[in-house]
Structure formats: structure tokens, C-alpha cells
């Protein structure tokens, strides 16, 4: 080995101890300047060598074709889904059954994270495929995607040959600021981080995947678990970890469906404290003999099950609907709501996103509508109650004039929005200013920015 191998072995080796250091065990051990300049080092050095670039380089996960479209793939064993439970009575009668049957057992529960189901499959200890569930027979390859994913990591500890199974999402930080950009851009935003999950994961270009900072929880094995002489769904999570793989520390070993329920308890008020969304606990049988012996439905195992938290929706009247003009002349509706309790915090206004759903919905002034609201995310509305519409209501016209300057709006060939085109039109100035002072252009400290704008 020459000095120029030695060197790129060696940063290799650092890159992903950091790497992991920092994207699996939330731990940085070194600065994020340090982790950037070992990176160039080892680009320039692969550059003037390309005979050695491994193929679990940390240069390697940004560096996958555009595809020209997706392919699908049969996974081995079925990615089944859970039953569901919905309150306490039917994780007692769960817990009732499995009891009948096998006496004692013990369970662990974890968080149910609020993404897309992926299957990973490492040969040898390397990374050669990553799959979405899909319909859990047939999913879409989507490795180049997964590779971008720094939690997910290209190489075991061990070159062992596996299959696991996780759950990709998107952190509320990334959704929030992703949102942000593409209002900035007059694009539409996501609904919420798992929609934006399962967008960025199927795009064809690996490049956009990388932009939208996404990350992974692997939760179990695809297919036999007899193999690896482990005899308990925990003790394989604590193998999974030691072999670099992200794990969700939350989990928990519980002996009796009380210690279950305090658990539920528990991250039902911690939920929204968490950096990413999830939308229930599952709780499964730990021991695998005792997973065998319960088996399956023809849906889903005997030996688990995926308590859903009550959903955070709730109906409300429409009052009115509000229109701002952006930048660009962008006319955005907005919804003014008879004020309604979702999720813990009063809601008054929520997103109508365009002039589509509106049309698509029929959604009409003095409609009973259905808010939802998760998170940090903003309120929208989603549905209508048609049973209890007024007899009198009237479908809902956009103007035809700007509702600040009155000039005639138009719709852009190809574009959802209606604009104000007027280049005079006071909304598009006073949001030009709002914008030329905010942070992304020139970041102008203490000007008021308020008070530059009145609507
Ligand atoms: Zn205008």
C-alpha cells in the first residue's frame, strides 16, 4: 500500500467513525468544519485516483446517475403491515389472547415513526440494495436515494450478509425549512414530513434526495431470524446497533400491558417534544419462539400491533377566506376559522394551499371542514362535512381582481396560482421590501420590518 492508498483508507475510516459519531448516535466528535475538510481531502484524492474509490466511500453517497425511472423489486419475505389498535380496551384484548396462548411474555414497545417503510440489504456487510415496502410483496429500488442518507451507513461493522427493515423520515427541522424554501419559491409545500419523505425518496435524481436531509430508524429483519442466534426482537435491536445501524433508543422491555399503557401514556405527552413525527406505538411479543408460536392472519403478525394515536382533526365552521398577494403576485387563499382546539393549541387560520383544492373540495364559505393539524405543522383544511352544509351556501369564486390593488389577476399558462401582475401593485412591493431585508438577502438587522408593510 503507498502513502496515497494508506491516506485514503485512513480517511475513509474517519469519515464514517464521524459520521456515525454524529448522524447515529447524535454524538459529533468532531467539529462540522473538520468533517467538511477530511471530506474535500478525500474527493480531491479519489479524483486524481479513481481506482481507489471503495465502493462504501462516504464520497459515494451523492455520487448515483439520474434514473431514467424506477424499478420494481420482489422482497424476499412479505413486508407485512400491523394490525391497529385504537384505544385501551383493544390493546387489553390483545394482550388478553396472546396470554391464553403462550402465559407470560414480554413485550417491547416502541415509537411508530411517521415515514416510509424501506428494506435494506447489505452482502457481505455491504449496502447493495435499498427498497421502499411498496405494496410489501413488490417495493421500488430505490438504493441511490437510501445512499444519501447519512444515518443509513454503507458498510457494517461485520460482513455479515442481512436484510433489515426501517422506516425512513424526514425531521421536523428538515420539513420546516424544506417548506420554507419552496414557499420562498412560489413552489407548493408538503402536507407533512412523511409526504415530504416519500417525494424526496422518489425522485430520480440522487441529488435532490441528498437536498432534503432525511434520515432513518431500522427497526427489525426481513426473513429468518433464526440464523443470527439471537432469541429476542430486543436483544436483535442491540445487535443491529452494533453493527452501525440506527436505532431508535426510546424502546422499551415491558413485562405487563399496565407497563405498555404508561409507555403509550407517556409518548402521547412527549410526542410533540420529538425531532421527528410519529404517529403511534407498536408493541411487540420480544421473544421469536414465542412470535412463532401466535404466527400470522392473513394480514399481519398475531405478535404485534401498532397502537394509533386519536387523530388530530377536528371540524370547525369556515368564516371566510382570506387572500394575500406575495412577491411575485402570487394570490394565496387562507382560511378564517370559528377558533377550534386541535392538538393542544387554538386554531383560527389554516392553509387552503390554492385555488385547486378549494374547486376540487367544493369548499364554501360557512362549510363545517375538517382542520388538521400535527406537530409543528401548519393547520390545513382537509375535507369538507357536506351533510352539514347550509342550504343556502354558494360556491366559492376567486376574484377577479387583485384584493389590494384591484387590478385584474391572471393565471399563467401551466401555473396553479392566480398572480396580480400590476408592477405597481403596493402587496408586491411591500412584500419585495419585507423580503430584501429578511435574512436570506441581505439580512438587515432591527429594520422593522413590520411596519414597512400594512395590508
Ligand atoms: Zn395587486
Not at 30 to 40: E, H, K, N
Not at 269 to 284: C, N, T
Amino acid at each position: 500500500m503507498n502513502d496515497i492508498e494508506a491516506r485514503i483508507v485512513q480517511l475513509n475510516q474517519r469519515l464514517k467513525e464521524y459520521g456515525h459519531a454524529y448522524y447515529v448516535l447524535d454524538q459529533p466528535l468532531v467539529a462540522d468544519g473538520v468533517y467538511d475538510q477530511l471530506m474535500q481531502e478525500l474527493i480531491a484524492l479519489e479524483t486524481a485516483n479513481p481506482s481507489l474509490i471503495f465502493p462504501d466511500s462516504p464520497t459515494q453517497r451523492v455520487g448515483g446517475q439520474v434514473l431514467p425511472g424506477f424499478t420494481k423489486v420482489t422482497h424476499d419475505t412479505r413486508m407485512l403491515s400491523l394490525g391497529n389498535a385504537f384505544n385501551e380496551q383493544d390493546l387489553r384484548e390483545f394482550d388478553r389472547k396472546i396470554r391464553e396462548q403462550l402465559g407470560t411474555v414480554n413485550y417491547v414497545c416502541e415509537l411508530k415513526i411517521d415515514g416510509l417503510a424501506i428494506s435494506l440489504k447489505y452482502v457481505d456487510g455491504l449496502l447493495v440494495q435499498g427498497a421502499t415496502r411498496g405494496d410489501g410483496t413488490t417495493g421500488e429500488l430505490i438504493t441511490e436515494n437510501l445512499k444519501t442518507i447519512y444515518a443509513i451507513p454503507l458498510r457494517l461493522k461485520e460482513p455479515i450478509t442481512i436484510e433489515v427493515r426501517g422506516e425512513a423520515y424526514m425531521p421536523k427541522s428538515s420539513f420546516l425549512r424544506l417548506n420554507e424554501q419552496r414557499l420562498a419559491n412560489e413552489e407548493e409545500p408538503f402536507a407533512n414530513p412523511r409526504n415530504a419523505a416519500a417525494g424526496s425518496l422518489r425522485q430520480l435524481d440522487p441529488k435532490v434526495a441528498a437536498k432534503r436531509h432525511l434520515s432513518t430508524f431500522i427497526y427489525g429483519v426481513g426473513g429468518d431470524t433464526e440464523s443470527y442466534g439471537i432469541a429476542s426482537h430486543s436483544e436483535m435491536l442491540a445487535y443491529l446497533a452494533e453493527q452501525g445501524l440506527p436505532i431508535n433508543d426510546t424502546s422499551r422491555r415491558c413485562a405487563h400491558i399496565e407497563d405498555v399503557l404508561a409507555f403509550i401514556t407517556e409518548w402521547t405527552e412527549k410526542r410533540d417534544d420529538l425531532a421527528y413525527e410519529i404517529d403511534g406505538i407498536v408493541i411487540k411479543v420480544d421473544r421469536y419462539d414465542q412470535q412463532e408460536e401466535l404466527g400470522y392472519t392473513a394480514k399481519s403478525p398475531r405478535f404485534a400491533i401498532a397502537y394509533k394515536f386519536p387523530a388530530q382533526e377536528v371540524a370547525t365552521t369556515l368564516l371566510a377566506i382570506d387572500l394575500t398577494v406575495g412577491r411575485t403576485g402570487v394570490v394565496t387563499p387562507t382560511a378564517i376559522l370559528a377558533p377550534v382546539q386541535v392538538a393542544g393549541t387554538t386554531v383560527q387560520r389554516a392553509s387552503l394551499h390554492n385555488e385547486d383544492l378549494i374547486k376540487e373540495k367544493d369548499i364554501r364559505i360557512g362549510d363545517r371542514v375538517i382542520i388538521r393539524k400535527a406537530g409543528d405543522i401548519i393547520p390545513q383544511v382537509v375535507d369538507v362535512i357536506l351533510a352539514e352544509r347550509p342550504a343556502d351556501s354558494v360556491p366559492y369564486e376567486m376574484p377577479a381582481c387583485c384584493p389590494v390593488c384591484a387590478s385584474e389577476l391572471v393565471r399563467i399558462e401551466g401555473e396553479v396560482a392566480l398572480r396580480c401582475v400590476n408592477p405597481k401593485c403596493f402587496a408586491q412591493i411591500a412584500e419585495s421590501i419585507k423580503h430584501y431585508v429578511s435574512r436570506n438577502a441581505m439580512n438587515i438587522d432591527g429594520c422593522a420590518t413590520r411596519s414597512c408593510v400594512s395590508k
